[in-house]
């Protein structure tokens, strides 16, 4: 039952990080002059982001719930544990701020934010490839 836990924590951690990349890849490549979309897109980034935290926090819980202690991480897994939660803070921000204000900024501050997505979803991405092979 363990290992079902975490393999479905593990997909929606997945999906949420290929949808935090995604809609900031779609809001500059493929829709970047369609306002309307990329505030949906922004929209999901936040929905995304905000599962990227909750699931992060579900896999020490069930670790938790299950060996009775947190994961066992030391070293690199917990400098890259800090990265992946520094970056689901920023683009949470950068996702919320923009959905809230994004009707007022120039075409340069979204297209701004869109890359600073873009890069946070990136960095957060192979921050858990050293998450996973260093725990």
């Given at each position: ?7 479905l924590i593990q997909v ?25 979309v990329q505030h949906l ?50 683009g949470f921000v950068v ?41």
């Open positions: 039952m363990q290992n079902f836990i975490y393999a929606l951690h997945n999906f949420g990080a290929v949808t935090v990349v995604g809609t900031a890849a779609s809001a500059l490549w493929l829709v970047r002059s369609n306002a309307a897109l922004a929209v999901l980034a936040v929905v995304a982001w905000v599962i990227q935290a909750v699931t992060g926090v579900l896999f020490g819980v069930s670790t938790f719930y299950f060996e009775n202690h947190l994961p066992d991480i030391h070293g690199i897994a917990v400098s890259a544990l800090l990265i992946k939660i520094a970056c689901a803070s920023s996702s919320f701020v923009y959905v809230k204000r994004d009707s007022v900024w120039t075409a340069t501050k979204r297209l701004f934010a869109w890359r600073a997505s873009m890069i946070l979803g990136m960095i957060a991405l192979s921050s858990a490839a050293f998450l996973r092979w260093f725990s």
